[in-house]
């Protein structure tokens, strides 16, 4: 029988984790620390659509992101308007 602890991560979502940290590091400073903070903070906890929009904004490219996050644009996807919403907050 192999015991598995709760709440630690498997050598695989280790993986993933480690990828999406390298991820979040952008050419911005403030947009490092908003998206480490969420992943650090919001993404294990979040639900599986808010983690998809959550990665899909990682795809974007960072003036894109900083309007976002300056409320001067707003992404078309609702629930990536909500990580934008939860990433806003979180930089106040």
């Known amino acids: 029988m192999t015991y598995t ?9 280790s993986q993933a984790l480690a990828r999406l940290r390298w991820r979040c590091r952008r050419g911005m400073r403030e947009l490092d620390v908003v998206f480490q903070r969420y992943l650090d903070n919001d993404y294990a906890h979040a639900p599986e659509a808010e983690r998809r929009a959550f990665e899909a904004l990682l795809e974007q490219q960072d003036p894109q992101l900083l309007a976002y996050l300056m409320g001067r644009e707003r992404p078309s996807d609702p629930d990536q308007v909500h990580v934008v919403a939860k990433l806003s907050h979180a930089r106040s």
């Open 5 to 13: 602890a709760p709440n630690v991560p498997t050598a695989t979502e």
